[in-house]
Nanobody
């Protein structure tokens, strides 16, 4: 079964940048669309960005123009470049297939945007 390991989160000031990585185990990485999801305290998990196997990205309106999703099938790794971060981007970020599948969430990586 696939396992996802997210990394790259941290504490950053408003306007700053972070690059998240998601390492996926197993051989299925290249045949599925993937996505980044986030969950802020007291809120439901939401989709942030998705990318198809043909590298077509799609973004939530709240992050368009600021975040960039990419994938490297040779490394089984998904990335999320986050620029111009805002306090409302504070959340735990996760990767998963798209559409997502329950039961295979990783531990996530915490992103905190605060001055």
């Amino acid at each position: 079964q696939v396992q996802f390991v997210e990394s790259g989160g941290g504490l950053v000031q408003p306007g700053g940048s972070l690059r998240l990585s998601c390492a996926a185990s197993g051989s299925s990485f290249s045949i599925y669309a993937m996505g980044w999801y986030r969950q802020a305290p007291g809120k439901q998990r939401e989709s942030v960005a998705t990318i198809t196997i043909g590298l077509m990205p799609n973004y939530a309106d709240s992050v368009k123009g600021r975040f960039t999703i990419s994938r490297d099938s040779a490394k089984n790794t998904l990335y999320l470049q986050m620029n111009s971060l805002k306090p409302e981007d504070t959340a735990v970020y996760y990767c998963n297939w798209f559409p997502l599948r329950e039961g295979i969430w990783g531990q996530g990586t915490q992103v905190t945007v605060s001055s």
